[in-house]
Antibody, heavy 121, light 112 residues
Framework: EVQLLESGGGLVQPGGSLRLSCAASGFTFSSYAMSWVRQAPGKGLEWVSTISGSGGSTNYPDSVKGRFTISRDNSKNTLYLQMNNLRAEDTAVYYC??????????????WGQGTLVTVSS | DFVMTQTPLSSPVTLGQPASISCRSSQSLVHSDGNTYLSWLQQRPGQPPRLLIYKISNRFSGVPDRFSGSGAGTDFTLEISRVEAEDVGVYYCMQATQFPYTFGQGTKLEIK
């Protein structure tokens, strides 16, 4: 059974940093791309980042490029999201998602329960 | 960026009746490999999203066959043949044909 468990969310001041983790199990972690998707309170879904199975390729939307860094440790079956220079508009539930991607195209087949990040003074 | 537009944004449906949600992309979602990476997600209240349909019309594992997807190019539809109480929630279309991946605004399905 595929399981994705996010952690690391919490309250942080504007301009601060936070690192999210996603522990994966139930599949061969290194064989799959992984992504982060966020959802602001009462809003829709927004793609945040994707990393290839090897970790050698990453992608971000303009809204987080240069501030967020996605990474993975395949020896620990864990995905990370380092978030720097946080803004109020980054407040959201952050989900990690397993991706079925080939050369960057595909779909997300499993999602974690999410971790809440609140950026506020 | 590919803009995904869903209609309606809210859909009150009677139990046992069909429901239909439309999703339109600002550009064709056909990839150079010939596939179209349009998927549908369901988000029940208080729950994370769940994959229902991928590549336009393929039902994901465990998804009831009352859910079906169709369409091509820029226009896509999710249909529920007979709505059940457990289908209440928000439905999103998503394109992963090109970065940045984008989602529709969501359609809230509720029971009349």
């Amino acid at each position: 059974e595929v399981q994705l468990l996010e952690s690391g969310g919490g309250l942080v001041q504007p301009g601060g940093s936070l690192r999210l983790s996603c522990a994966a199990s139930g599949f061969t972690f290194s064989s799959y791309a992984m992504s982060w998707v966020r959802q602001a309170p009462g809003k829709g879904l927004e793609w945040v980042s994707t990393i290839s199975g090897s970790g050698g390729s990453t992608n971000y939307p303009d809204s987080v490029k240069g501030r967020f860094t996605i990474s993975r440790d395949n020896s620990k079956n864990t995905l990370y999201l380092q978030m720097n220079n946080l803004r109020a508009e980054d407040t959201a539930v952050y989900y990690c998602a397993k991706a079925v991607l080939l050369s960057g195209v595909g779909y997300f087949d499993y999602w974690g329960q999410g971790t809440l990040v609140t950026v506020s003074s | 960026d590919f803009v995904m537009t869903q209609t309606p944004l809210s859909s009150p449906v009677t139990l046992g009746q069909p429901a239909s949600i439309s999703c339109r992309s600002s550009q064709s979602l056909v990839h150079s490999d010939g596939n179209t990476y349009l998927s549908w997600l369901q988000q029940r209240p208080g729950q994370p999203p769940r994959l229902l349909i991928y590549k336009i019309s393929n039902r994901f594992s465990g998804v009831p066959d009352r859910f079906s997807g169709s369409g091509a190019g820029t226009d896509f539809t999710l249909e529920i043949s007979r709505v059940e109480a457990e289908d209440v929630g928000v439905y999103y279309c998503m394109q992963a044909t090109q970065f940045p991946y984008t989602f529709g605004q969501g359609t809230k399905l509720e029971i009349k």
